[in-house]
């Protein structure tokens, strides 16, 4: 009798996301220190886990204590937070997108070099939106960048950076964020993180 086939979901290793074979999740967790990923029946149920934390399906008491810290706050702890780093402005650039209540890594792009903060801030947004629409998931998205928010809402990016040889590929990406909001809608609320009262926003890198 065949194998059932199964998908993988990496919550933590090279590239988090869905995989659709065992050798394929391999790759992402090998020689990947605190790997974390799990098995599923089917590619719907292994994307809607991608979106859960890796703790509400394996159990973890820590989870529950953080969840109610962060609901004390009245932060939506069912939620998805996005932030940037870079290195020098500009410089060298990353972006994420985590759990809110865990602070789990979702997904991360970077670093990527001659970039901007405000850049990495936008493209970390469009990312965030894109994947929720391709899981029809409705979550809500902290960002704690104003410019990155004014940005998606005119569906414009208004940076100063100079395009050259090396960011290119940043300019692409702007452009293709760009074209994706002007040719999609979104449900999903998009809300300013209250740094002053809450702390650092948990996509933040830690480098301040």
Partial sequence: MAKKKKYYTVWAGHMPGVYDSWDACQRQI???????YKSFKTSKEAEKALLDSYNSHIGNTTKKRNSSSLGNKGIIKTSMSVDAA??????LMEYRGVHTDTK?????QGPFKDG???IGE???LVHALALLKKLQNNTII???SKTAMAWVRNKKVKTTLAKNATNAVLFDMMERAVQWLKDNTYTNQIIKWDT????????DFGRK
């Fill in 30 to 36: 090998k020689s990947y220190a605190g790997a974390k």
């Fill in 104 to 108: 789990e890594e979702i997904f991360h």
């Fill in 86 to 91: 870079c290195s020098g402005n500009p410089g």
């Fill in 142 to 144: 902290y960002t704690d």
């Fill in 196 to 203: 002053k009262n809450w702390g650092e926003i948990p996509a």
């Fill in 116 to 118: 901007t903060n405000n």
């Fill in 122 to 124: 936008f493209l970390a």
